[in-house]
């Protein structure tokens, strides 16, 4: 998971962002054993891309973060548009 948390705080600081996810889906082998799902994430940092291999766990552990994220940034824009509101109304 400590890789997730870092994807997530190089988010949060601009450094890196997400350009794709692909998904590989579970399937069952010649052994009638499950191969589980892998999420394939492409990553921009900087000039150059990254692709990172995550478990189920480990992309829902992301998800997670990123909805966290998500309901914060609607949240403040929200406020936002609030405060721009009246301050249009106060100049008319």
Sequence with gaps: M???LSIIHKMREG?????QIDITPPTINEQNYVEPAVFWVTLKKGDSKVLIKLSTKEMA????HLDVALNEALRKEQELIAKS????????
């Design 61 to 64: 552990y992301l998800i997670k």
């Design 2 to 4: 400590t890789r997730v």
């Design 15 to 19: 450094e890196v962002t997400i350009l």
């Design 85 to 92: 509101s009246e301050r249009r109304r106060q100049l008319y």
